[in-house]
């Protein structure tokens, strides 16, 4: 019931070769029709080079009456063009090359700042190989795509046909009634603080902690992504599956011997295989974006990543056929258990006997509650380094609310009020999902106005075609000058306190929108603050210092060294933020983990 028959995994050839032969096939069987038909015989060597000028000619034509078209509809929403970037090279080709050499060295987001601000605008159209897409910094247009103008908008084909091998039927990769199903289905699931996640929390922080309690005393460094991510992945996973992954247990990164891996460090070991495969999976989603939607040229033999899923694919099956046999026989034997009492895979057990439905929704959840929520945990331990002032602080609260040895309660978490503040900056200058996309339904779509940010005379709205993909970015959004003021790329979180400062804030709160927006916004919002905020209260009562030890970094995770002439935040940054779907730090960060000398 949640299928959507417009996908399968290996749609992409088809909609690729028909573009193909749209483009290059049929202008060239058109040619000697078009001859014929004008009674006109050419000797061979004339008519050779006609079939590469057809080819062309069918595209300029092609481009010029889609442009009529849009020039119209655009007029008809009394709406303007977007700007273009206007590159030196045909088809913005340098523009193109600019972006990918980017992706390799410098700073998150940057590439397209520097677009920006080149052309004084916060949206614009990248016009690559002659065809839209649109990029936005704007707080008003990327309001409209999540919330106001929902209905305009979806994920849309493009990105669906990337992400189907891996996501298939997931939330992620649905819209309109799969995606509404998948909504509703989860919703009562995370409608609640849940006695049983805290005791979850309990047992994988306290695990984490003595990993991190047994380096300290030995006077050695952690490699924090890393251990944060196997704490996000085992809690996650006895929440979602009840079934521990246990990569807590697996031997861990050695300092000085660590080695680059897919996304952060390399990883040994069974579930080293699975989650290689789930970050090359992302990795892979993520450069076939890049490419743009000629991506399936390199992959028509070869589905990339084909043999990645089939390792995730053959750990999850076997647990979700338990399930639903359990569900099964509890339902023979008539037994009934209540929502608090179950997983979220007994939950959606209940809901569907879809095995693949129910598979892929869970990759969607451990994907979504995994990779976001370590993102932030490492960013704060790295910032807490950064500024010791803010983790001692931090450390005095939760010491005024728990004491040096009680754990949180739902309570105690709503209100340290400064330790929202840290989380909230982190996710301010850091948002785990920094760059996102949407795309326009099947018809043309006027934006409202932008906001003021780069001063434009004309009052007209901007106009984006049918079917065109436009990105938005969060993480300019967050440090954008005009809405947070002259100190935007500053760490401080303070700003989340002072009543003036956070004015602006309340009064315009989609300026800030780590978790999205509007019907998509993020479910496990409440779930992702409470999970951080237990975890560092437990961190916090047993350690009060946090020293970045940069020289057990790998080779090439450093910041390079023309980051420091920049502006902006990469003049002052120690790790190297990058961005596969989700924000992570190149390489890990080496952390040295100071304990607190209880004075009792
Ligand atoms: C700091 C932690 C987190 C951040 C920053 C975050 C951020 C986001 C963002 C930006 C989206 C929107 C994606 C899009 O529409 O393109 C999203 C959606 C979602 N998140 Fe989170 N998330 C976090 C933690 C979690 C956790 C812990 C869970 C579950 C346990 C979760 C479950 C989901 C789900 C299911 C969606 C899809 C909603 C939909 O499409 O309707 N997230 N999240
Ligand atoms: C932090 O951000 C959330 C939105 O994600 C907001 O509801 C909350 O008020 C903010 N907290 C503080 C202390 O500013
Ligand atoms: C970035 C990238 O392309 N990563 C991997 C995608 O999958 C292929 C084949 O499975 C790998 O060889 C790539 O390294």
Sequence with gaps: MFGDPVTSPGRYRVRFLVDAFEVIVLPIALLPLTLWWSNISLPLYQLIPLYPASIVICKIATTL??????????????????????GKW?????????????????????????LFEEYKTTTLNLRVLWSDTIITMDQEHSK???STGFQWFWRGRYQKERLETFLGNGIFNRDDEAWKMHRTTARPFFAHDRIRDFEIFEKYTARTLSILAKSAAAGQPCEAQDLYARFTLDAASEFLFGKNLDTLSLPFPVPGKSAMGAKGLAMEGDWGAFAEAFETCQQNATSRARIGKTWPLFELLKDKNQEHIKVIHDWLDPVVDKAVEDRTSAEKAGVQSSIAEKTFLQHLADSTDDRVVIRDQLLSMLLASRDTTACTLTYITYLMAMYPEVAKKLRTEVLEHCGPTKSATFEAVRNMKYMRAVINETLRLFPPVPVNARETRSRGVALPLADPTFSDSDPRPLYIPADTIIMYFPVLTQRNKALWGEDADEFDPERWIDPDRLKKYVSNPTMF?????????????????????????RLLQQFDRFTLAREYQPEGSLPPADWKSGKGRKTIEKIWPSSAMTLYVKGGVWVNFHLAKHET
């Design 513 to 537: 929108t780590p978790f999205s927006a509007g019907p998509r916004i993020c479910i496990g919002q409440n779930y992702a603050y409470n999970e951080m905020s237990y975890f560092l209260v």
């Design 144 to 146: 409209f795509i999540l």
């Design 65 to 86: 009456w889609r442009s009529l078209q849009q020039s119209r509809e655009a007029r008809s929403l009394n709406a303007r063009q977007i700007p273009r970037v206007v």
């Design 90 to 114: 045909p088809g913005n080709l340098d523009i193109l090359l600019r972006m990918i050499r980017a992706f390799k060295t410098s700073y998150v987001g940057d590439v397209y700042l520097q």
